[in-house]
């Protein structure tokens, strides 16, 4: 027997067309489904408890046991009721490219090939979305919480120098770096700080307005105090779209502090950047573009399926100063399959990375930003018709204005228990937001991310609710 490949591809070639019309059948009535259900204990035990495979098995048994066990308790994001958190809905055609990444089994690590085309152009189409230099650098990861570590590493090698990458964060007077973000920032940006050594302290946590955006007075204050301290200001992050309630930081302000006071200006736009790409709500985000680096996911509301984050840096030299390496083993061929430098794996700290560039190249060929931009639009009007509803309803209040695609609502009786109305609202399968708090009192929160959801999802949210009332 050589190698892993069947002996007769018919057979296997009929379960693949299977698969294929089944997760197509599967996608076109979600609807129907049952949005999400608990795992029975006989299916959890039948999934935790399987014993490492001695023997290998049919892999038409084992797509019976996907079938049964792993697709009827999914995610669930794939619902058009789907509203919890922030994630994308993914598409058909994103499915089938992952089936096409997958079966070129390339690495985008590097060397000459077209893969690494394709990622190049995904980059510099997403700096052209966005508004960013067409000479940015970038690179495809797992999402915006890798995309954002990345900026804060390279933020703050162009403050301090590359010296910190032999020396060590702790070399040098003892001063400290410091950072600046809303309240409102993502938990990531605090858990970017602290893997990178930085320190979560070292995220100074400024207030923001009434309308969840930072407040510049108060920043502006605190640098002034830190700098007074004796410590070093060396990163601004800004949120276009916080994940609690959608809100957009000003962000031509936040630039124009950054430039004055030599900061570097990173905009976390993980789901919000997308928005640049709407024929209504694109002015949302001026400034953006003036970010020396951006974080965005396409998993989130541009629908490519999971996973798939990019972090755009405007000067192309800072990305590459941070990350690359001149190994031996590494080094750039003038031609053969070792050319083609510079390298993604020099760009970020993966040496061997897969070809998601693949799944977003299809979406956006296959939709084209004008469509993506009005997928955004239906979702704010989404958004807009769920707010609406609950201003119309005596017994459910808003908790947040609503800037975007998040509606933060709750009901006036402060006695209902949040948690328990959303878990029972899960259960039952048709719809699922979830939850937050906001002002100090639990919330209900639906973000609208998903291109599938409609305003009668909205509805069956409100009815939802009222009916646990
Ligand atoms: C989702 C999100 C993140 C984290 O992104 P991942 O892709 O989940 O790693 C960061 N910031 C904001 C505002 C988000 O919504």
Avoid at 170 to 180: C, F, P, Q, S
Wanted: charged share 25%; net charge negative.
């Amino acid at each position: 027997m050589a190698g892993l490949d069947p002996d007769d591809w018919s057979d296997l070639r009929r379960l693949g067309h299977r698969m294929v019309d089944d997760m197509i059948d599967h996608l076109r009535d979600r609807r129907e489904t049952k949005l999400w259900r608990p795992m029975p204990a006989e299916i959890r035990s039948a999934l935790r408890d399987a014993p490492l495979p001695r023997e290998g098995r049919d892999p038409g048994a084992l797509y019976d046991e996907f079938r049964t066990l792993v697709v009827p308790y999914a995610n669930g994001n794939t619902h058009p009721g789907f509203m919890g958190w922030v994630h994308g809905g993914g598409t058909a055609i994103g499915m089938l490219a992952e089936l096409l990444a997958a079966g070129l089994n390339s690495n985008l690590g590097g060397r000459d090939h077209a893969a690494i085309e394709i990622e190049r152009r995904v980059i510099a189409w997403s700096a052209e979305m966005l508004g960013m230099p067409p000479e940015s650098s970038g690179l495809l990861v797992t999402g915006s919480s890798a995309a954002n570590m990345i900026a804060v590493l390279v933020a703050s090698r162009a403050a301090v120098g590359t010296g910190v990458r032999t020396a060590g964060v702790a070399a040098g007077d003892g001063a400290r770096l410091v950072a600046y973000a809303a309240t409102t920032v993502h938990g990531c940006v605090a858990r970017a700080m602290d893997i990178t050594g930085f320190g979560t302290d070292a995220l100074r946590r400024i207030g923001v307005d009434r309308d969840q955006r930072i407040d510049l007075d108060a920043l502006q204050a605190a640098i002034g105090a830190d700098r007074a301290a004796g410590a070093i200001p060396f990163l601004v992050v800004g949120s276009a779209g916080t994940v609690d309630c959608g809100a957009i930081d000003p962000l031509d302000a936040l630039a124009t502090i950054a430039a004055r006071e030599r900061l570097w200006f990173h905009v976390d736009g993980a789901f919000g950047a997308l928005a640049a790409v709407s024929p209504t709500r694109g002015h949302l985000l001026a400034g953006i573009g003036r970010a020396d680096s951006l974080a965005f996911d396409f998993h989130k509301w541009a629908q490519v399926p999971y996973d798939c984050g990019c972090v755009l840096v405007a000067d192309p030299s800072l990305q590459a100063a941070t990350f690359a390496q001149t190994l031996d083993y590494l080094r750039r061929a003038e031609r053969g399959l070792a050319a083609n430098a510079p390298w993604p794996c020099d760009l970020g700290p993966d040496l061997s990375r897969g070809f998601r560039a693949l799944k977003v190249w299809m979406t956006l060929g296959t939709f084209g930003t004008d469509r993506l931009g009005e997928v955004v639009d239906a979702c704010c009007d989404v958004a807009s018709h769920l707010a609406a509803r609950v201003r119309d309803t005596p017994r459910l209040e808003l908790a947040a204005p609503v800037a975007l695609n998040i509606v933060c609502f709750r009901p006036s009786d402060p006695a209902i228990d949040i948690d328990r109305l959303v878990a029972d609202l899960h259960e039952e399968g048709l719809v699922a937001p979830s939850t937050t708090t906001i002002g100090g009192r639990r919330t209900i929160r639906a973000a609208i991310v998903n291109h599938r959801t409609e305003r009668r999802d909205a509805d069956l949210l409100i009815e939802g609710v009222l009916a646990r009332l």
